[in-house]
């Protein structure tokens, strides 16, 4: 069992900058990749970014590719993202998710889910 708590989420003018956070209990979080994911009103979740057990691969959206990035410190239990360059299309509640096997862009195929923490970008 795997429980992730999500931080960082706020309101932030267009063009601004926020990192996110998500902490996640248990000894194993090595074991699992990670992604975020987000869902804004009326819309499906839809991926965001996914990075490695390890953490030597990642991948993203394409409409984050550049300005989103993720990271992990599986010494501290944590996965972060850090956007940059945020549009009021980013407007969402973002999610952190872990998957027990490798990693994946289908949020059926992940094990276990945050809370979420929204992120508001005004124009």
């Known amino acids: 069992q795997v429980q992730l708590v999500e931080s960082g989420g706020g309101l932030v003018q267009a063009g601004g900058s926020l990192r996110l956070s998500c902490a996640a209990s248990?000894?194993?979080?090595?074991?699992?990749?990670m992604g975020w994911f987000r869902q804004a009103p009326g819309k499906e979740r839809e991926f965001v970014s996914v990075?490695?057990?390890?953490?030597?691969?990642?991948g993203y959206a394409d409409s984050v590719k550049g300005r989103f990035t993720i990271s992990r410190d599986n010494a501290k239990n944590t996965v972060y993202l850090q956007m940059n360059s945020l549009k009021p299309e980013d407007t969402a509640v973002y999610y952190c998710?872990?998957?027990?096997?490798?990693?994946?862009?289908?949020?059926?195929?992940?094990?276990?889910w945050g809370q979420g923490t929204q992120v508001t970008v005004s124009s």
């Open positions: 998710a872990a998957r027990s096997k490798t990693w994946g862009v289908d949020a059926r195929q992940y094990d276990y």
């Open positions: 248990g000894r194993t979080f090595s074991s699992y990749a």
């Open positions: 990075i490695s057990r390890n953490g030597g691969s990642t």
